[in-house]
């Protein structure tokens, strides 16, 4: 039986219901994308994501790759090459990807629907099929060059793998710290020098090549670009070098190599390498020969477009983890029978219950259940949006404050969203099997393991909350949070729900005018820092704060906009879905109960941030 559980019903309540996204498929750019094709894919891709992709979930995990250090290989495991090639025999993972290099015009937000499921039920599936979508991205940065058109043509083609290769092993998360250099040849070429550390899907045996694309920084050139990211440029390197024309390899091996697999607490199916070009001691000794993708020295921007996909990425998965772990933990509680029901506690002849008759397994099973079905509108919402500047762009224009409004959400669905399905999974997921929860039986420990690290790669929590601040706020002068805040307040001050949500409602514009509050109390720090640098440290002791509490406050904004639909369609004939609906209300009013109170405290201790912590001698900690 398959360990994944979708939550297909709510994904479509989303979509059709909540962001009605019918009002533009089968129109315009996705003319050929109307709702009923979309339907049909979501459900096609949930039964392969259930039945075939979740099948080496757990073969997987206890048989991972094995780094061989005398060939450079660390081939994957049968199981889970069956499940990806079912995967690339489907040809979803097309949806998306532009058509002029052989992809299928589809909307984000269908896109990302289709990834949660994939992510949830075995999401280094969708790692290792990345090499079309940074084909796509090729393609955008190509500046007209034929040969770099081609090349992300046969990426489609071709289904090779690909990898985002930024770290390096004393850079880390400091991008602009890199040590790899690139060295012009005469051919137009370049020679690639350096190691990199923590890449993903960087070998394996599942494609015929890779593509590497690598940040560098250009030797022997005009216009050195300075030091930091500035300097740097990105180039395509593959694994083994192929004719540009027909994309058949010539059977020579290109001089990166695998030179370590990491050892891994979950996700261990998923390579994670440290890669090494042009070195003499290892390999064939060949250098690393690959091409520059545009222009010099505008690297980082380039690879910004994968950045931010692979922020989406890792949010999706995140609460795609947190619905299978609630999902099962529900399953699980149905059936447990455990104790007399607290009403009866002090009889000991009292009938045994599941334990879904006790308060505080329904307190644990309603908070997963809000902050997944939360967590799920956050990314399709952020989708939408995503949706709309892909429909501006296609009619020639450009839609700048859905490009602001997603770039603003983007770390809230990355940061909070791995965040807060980390923590759910462990507190309370696993906790509601007891100590079941600890064993290898169910999926829970493992989904635990996996999940940590989405907290971690494609920047750290901490890292997205000074780019929520910093950049998505500050340096754009509020506009998109002053857009999106305007939505909610305008929500909150609306007669939705007929009274039934008037509690709710009053909670958000509280939480809202918190949140706004604790946004200019670091605006002031900020510009105090002017005066004395030192208070730059109480910015950064709250971003992190800041961006768990916005979190809260537009997921329990989506939640109740959801409860609305609900209520009307209560307000009618809910018919069979008379349970589905309540259970949306319920949510909606629980987690605006539980989580909006909480951010008044936010701001107070945001209010009595100082730098005692700052000016702590080492030693002391």
């Excluded at 701001?603 to 009595?608: E, N, P, S, V």
Aim: hydrophobic content about 40%; glycine content about 10%.
């Amino acid at each position: 039986m398959s360990h994944y559980k979708s939550n297909l019903r709510d994904i479509e309540f989303n979509l059709f219901e909540l962001f009605n996204v019918q009002e533009y498929l089968g129109t315009g750019v996705f003319e050929e994308m109307d709702a009923d094709t979309a339907r049909e894919i979501l459900s096609e891709v949930e039964r392969v994501a259930r039945e075939d992709l979740a099948a080496s979930f757990v073969d997987s995990d206890r048989n991972p790759p094995v780094f061989d250090p005398a060939t450079n290989t660390a081939p994957v495991p049968a199981s889970f090459k069956k499940s990806y090639d079912t995967w690339m025999e489907s040809g979803f993972w097309a949806l998306g990807l532009p058509e002029e290099i052989g992809g299928t015009t589809a909307p984000p937000s269908l896109v990302w629907a289709t990834g949660e499921m994939v992510l949830g039920a075995q999401a280094p599936i969708w790692m290792y099929c990345t090499g079309p979508s940074m084909g796509s991205v090729v393609f955008k940065n190509a500046n007209g060059v034929e040969r770099d058109i081609k090349i992300a043509q046969l990426m489609l083609e071709k289904q090779w793998g690909a990898t985002m290769v930024l770290t390096e092993p004393d850079a880390g998360s400091d991008v602009g710290a890199g040590k790899t250099f690139a060295t012009p040849n005469d051919d137009g070429t370049w020679n690639i020098s350096g190691v990199k550390r923590f890449i993903t899907s960087a070998e394996s045996d599942l494609q015929e090549n890779i593509m590497h694309l690598v940040l560098a920084r250009p030797k022997g050139v005009e216009g050195v670009g300075g030091p930091g990211t500035k300097g740097l440029s990105l180039f395509l390197v593959p694994k083994y070098h192929f004719d540009v024309e027909t994309g058949e390899l010539t059977g020579e091996r290109n001089g990166v190599y695998v030179t370590n697999v990491e050892h891994k607490m979950g996700l261990k199916v998923s390579n994670t390498c440290e890669l090494t070009f042009g070195d003499a001691q290892v390999g064939g000794g060949e250098p690393a020969r690959g091409w520059l993708l545009g222009e010099v020295h505008d690297g980082i921007r380039q690879m910004f477009d994968v950045i931010e996909n692979a922020r989406m990425m890792v949010g999706t998965k995140a609460i795609a983890t947190l619905s299978t772990g609630y999902l099962n933990a529900l399953e699980y509680a149905k059936e447990r029978v455990q104790g007399a029901d607290l009403t009866q506690s002090s009889d000991k002849t009292a009938p045994r219950v599941t334990i879904t008759h006790h308060p505080d397994v329904r307190r644990s099973l309603m908070t997963q259940k809000s902050f997944a079905e939360a967590m799920r509108s956050l990314v399709l919402y952020t989708a939408t949006w995503q949706d709309t500047v892909f429909r501006a762009k296609a009619a020639g224009e450009r839609d700048e404050i859905a490009e602001a409004v997603n770039d603003l959400l983007l770390p809230i669905v990355k940061g909070y969203g791995s965040e807060r399905s980390w923590v759910l999974l462990g507190t309370e997921s696993l906790q509601t099997f007891g100590g079941s929860g600890f064993l290898q039986e169910y999926p829970i420990e493992q989904y635990v393991r996996d999940a940590k690290i989405d907290t971690l790669y494609e920047g750290t929590t901490a890292i997205q909350g000074q780019d929520f601040f910093f950049r998505k706020i500050v340096k754009d002068q509020g506009k998109a949070l002053g857009h999106l805040a305007a939505e909610i307040k305008a929500f909150a001050e609306s007669g939705a729900g007929n009274g039934r949500l008037k509690n709710e409602r009053e909670l958000l514009a509280t939480a809202l005018a918190d949140a706004e509050a604790m946004v200019g109390l670091m605006i002031n720090d900020l510009m105090s820092a002017q005066d004395e640098i030192k208070n730059i440290y109480k910015v950064g002791l709250n971003t992190t704060r800041l961006l768990m509490a916005l979190g809260d406050v537009v997921c329990a904004w989506l939640l109740l906009r959801g409860a609305e639909v609900a209520l009307d369609k209560l307000a009618g004939d809910a018919g069979s879905e008379q349970a589905f609906y309540e259970g949306k209300v319920a949510a909606a009013q629980w987690f605006a109960q539980l989580n909006l109170p909480r951010i008044s405290a936010e701001l107070t201790i945001a209010q009595g941030a100082s730098l005692d912590v700052m000016d702590l001698s080492e030693d002391a900690f």
